[in-house]
Structure formats: structure tokens, C-alpha cells
Nanobody, 124 residues
């Protein structure tokens, strides 16, 4: 059974760092892209970052470029999102999702399986 489980969320002060993880099972990261999305209260879900399976190419939303880094460890079946210089506007529930194919996309329809989400709160 396919499963994606996010972890590592929590409360962090502005300017701080946090690394969230997405542990996958039931499929291999060798063949599918993984995306990170987030949804803040009262807002639509938006794409944050993604990593392809073929060449590990990555994409980032403009709002997180230079602050967030996505990576994967195929041996551990885990994808990470390192978040630095966090801002209050980064507060959201963060979801990881399995791509329908190997390529990276910021569009939700390109993903077919989702985790349950992990809460990230940036506040002093």
C-alpha cells in the first residue's frame, strides 16, 4: 500500500530553521517525483518545491527560493525539506505528494498520492 508520512513540523521563531521529512512506502523514489505543498489557514494549497526522480532536478516557489532546500535519500525512502530563515508567512500545513511520473511539477494534478500533512508554525 502506498503511503507518505510527513514529520518534523513544529513551532519555530522567525529567522529559525526546521527540517521536515517525508517517509514513503509502497513505491520507490527511483521512479517518481516528490513534491512539497503547503496550505495556510484561509488560503489555497500552493506548491513549495519538488524534486524529480531522473536527475534530481529541483524547483522552488519564488517565495522560498534561497531559503528552502529539497533533497532525497533513496536508500531511506525519504525526502527532506530544509527550511531556513523562516518567516511568519511560512506558517502552514506542509504536505508531500507522490508524482504521477518522474518529472517535477508545481501543479497538484501532477500528483496522485498525498500525505496527511505536518504543521509548521513560525511565531515569536
Amino acid at each position: 500500500q502506498l503511503q507518505l508520512v510527513e514529520s518534523g513540523g513544529g513551532l519555530v521563531q522567525p529567522g529559525g530553521s526546521l527540517r521536515i521529512s517525508c517517509a514513503v512506502s509502497g513505491f520507490t523514489l527511483d521512479y517518481y517525483a516528490i513534491g512539497w505543498f503547503r496550505q495556510a489557514p484561509g488560503k489555497e494549497r500552493e506548491g513549495v518545491s519538488c524534486i524529480s526522480s531522473s536527475d534530481s532536478s529541483t524547483n522552488y516557489a519564488e517565495s522560498v527560493k534561497g531559503r528552502f532546500t529539497i533533497s532525497r535519500d533513496n536508500a531511506k525512502n525519504t525526502v527532506y525539506l530544509q527550511m531556513n530563515s523562516l518567516k511568519p508567512e511560512d506558517t502552514a500545513v506542509y504536505y508531500c505528494a507522490k508524482g504521477r511520473d518522474y518529472y517535477c511539477s508545481s501543479l497538484e494534478y501532477a500528483y496522485d498520492w498525498w500525505g496527511q500533512g505536518t504543521q509548521v508554525t513560525v511565531s515569536s
